[in-house]
């Protein structure tokens, strides 16, 4: 389970994540949406070990981010939208690398260096080396060295980045697998389709802030209670707009011509009319429209019902009110320019996690640890 409290990142004056807090059980997946900038790797970077917050606090497989950092490395696994492999070496040997580093024992690592290989189909690439692998067998590396030891979370940073659909598909197949095995998986992604087939929550965040969080089913619901209704017709609409628009529950109901499609032969026939009006209530207003017309002799072809995308929740979450989307991507590459140099200038100041008395050879080994999800440069 994943629970933030608060959490809050500043590096200098800029405030790069605020007050989110999260809650994904175990066997959940959420998902992170919000434009380049907007502090989701940065929430990544913090419930993986790698970043203290600078106020809140957060529990990750029931250890606290701040006092034991060291057990949240070592529970959990992490994939960025860039792989970050080694890619002179072999997968067996760069997955018993970082299985070594996790501690597990030479039989163990073993056994599921095999067991990860086959998993991802890589069996047969074993002893090729991984400069010459595609986009999506190195993706697929990724994620076996996030898996190699077992952890009981994952935090997936645009996993199908740059996949073809086939790849990508396949991803998406092996993340709900990872999901019935009852681990908790936080999801960035700009990807909106993705995010509603498999998130159970979606989470949008916009300059650190959490401005919109819930199912996406229930995130559509209250962007609006209105559900757009398609009627099209073989021909005309026999009814007035006035005599539908005196059945209570039907909003704005007009008609537009449909373009005509098809070969030479039948684009002279009549191209038919669609009539289109909201409703609060379609199961209870349909019937009464749909009544009317076929009493009044209505050929209907086919009747559709809509309601709003995520991507229009999205959109309207991403812009102040009288603010453009263009003025919306505008602020957020903006913002990510002042988040890349102010987090430059906190590398430089930030003293590392640890106890102050930590050995160098200590240091190398935490490094090591800090790198096992490969690193992470800017919010996306």
């Avoid at 067998?137 to 645009?158: G, N, S, W, Y």
């Avoid at 913002?335 to 906190?346: C, E, F, H, I, N």
Wanted: glycine share 6%; aromatic share 4%; proline share 5%.
């Amino acid at each position: 389970m994943i629970e933030t409290y608060d959490l809050t990142r500043r590096f200098g004056t800029f405030t790069a994540v605020s007050q989110v807090s999260l809650r994904v059980p175990d066997g959940a997946i959420l998902a992170l949406l919000g434009p380049n900038g907007a502090g989701k790797t940065t929430t990544i970077r913090m419930l993986s070990g790698l970043l203290a917050p600078t106020e809140g606090n957060a529990t990750v497989a029931g250890y606290d981010i701040r006092r034991e950092a060291d057990a949240v490395r070592a529970c959990v696994g992490l994939v960025t939208d860039v792989p970050g492999l080694f890619e002179q070496m072999k997968a067996p040997a760069y997955l018993d690398f970082f299985a070594n580093i996790y501690g597990l024992p030479s039989p163990e690592r073993t056994r599921r260096i095999d067991e990860l290989l086959e998993f991802f189909d890589l069996t047969t690439h074993r002893n090729e080396k991984m400069v010459g692998f595609s986009k999506g067998m190195k993706q697929k590396v990724a994620l076996a060295r996030a898996l190699i030891h077992e952890p009981a979370i994952l935090f997936l940073d645009e996993p199908t980045s740059g996949l073809d659909p086939l790849a990508a598909r396949s991803v998406r197949e092996l993340i709900v697998g990872f999901k019935r095995s009852n681990r908790s998986i936080i999801l960035c992604t700009h990807d909106l389709d993705e995010a509603e087939r498999l998130a159970d929550q979606v989470a949008i965040i916009r300059q650190g802030h959490v401005v919109a969080l819930d199912t996406p089913s229930t995130l559509r619901k209250q962007a609006t209670g209105e559900t757009m209704v398609q009627i099209e017709f073989v021909d005309a609409c026999p009814l007035p707009l006035e005599a539908l628009a005196t059945i209570e529950g039907v909003l704005n109901p007009h008609l537009r011509e449909k373009k005509a499609t098809g070969s030479l032969s039948t684009v002279t026939q009549s191209p038919g009319f669609i009539l289109e009006y909201q409703t609060p209530h379609p199961k209870i207003i349909n019937p009464q429209v749909l009544t009317r017309l076929i009493t009044a002799g209505a050929q209907i072809v086919t009747v559709t019902c809509e309601t709003r995308s995520l991507e229009d929740v999205y959109a309207s979450a991403m812009g102040d009110v009288g603010a453009s989307l263009a003025d919306v991507r505008q602020q957020a590459v903006s913002d990510l320019g002042t988040s890349l140099a102010d987090v430059q200038l906190a590398d430089v100041r930030q003293p590392a996690m640890g106890h102050v008395g930590t050995s160098a050879r200590d240091v190398r080994h935490n490094q090591h640890q800090t790198t096992v999800p490969s690193k992470l440069v800017e919010d996306k």
